[in-house]
């Protein structure tokens, strides 16, 4: 299993386009095969901010995931293009 958490922010003018391309994203994204959990929080601490967590069966579904046709569309071509700060933590469990 592949754990992603993801941290994005935006400038103020653009946090409500970013949660319309976060709502599409999630619930394109849990339905791929190997997609184990895919959310998306608002940052309370920071107006501007979300985060998400991804947990993927194993690599081959994380890759699929990073060429499908909505990835494209609402996270390469809309929310990175869109952000202002990015920042991609990736783990594995313990044990």
Known sequence: MI???VRYGFPPEK???????????QAA?????GC??????RIKD??????LHEEWADQASLDAHSKAPHFMEFSVGGLQKIANRRE???????G
């Open 3 to 5: 754990a992603l958490h």
């Open 15 to 25: 946090v409500a386009e970013a949660a319309e391309l976060f709502a599409k994203m």
């Open 29 to 33: 994204t849990r339905l791929e095969h």
């Open 36 to 41: 184990l959990a895919y959310s998306v929080y």
């Open 46 to 51: 920071d107006p501007t901010g979300f985060w």
């Open 88 to 94: 991609v933590i990736r783990g594995e469990p313990l």
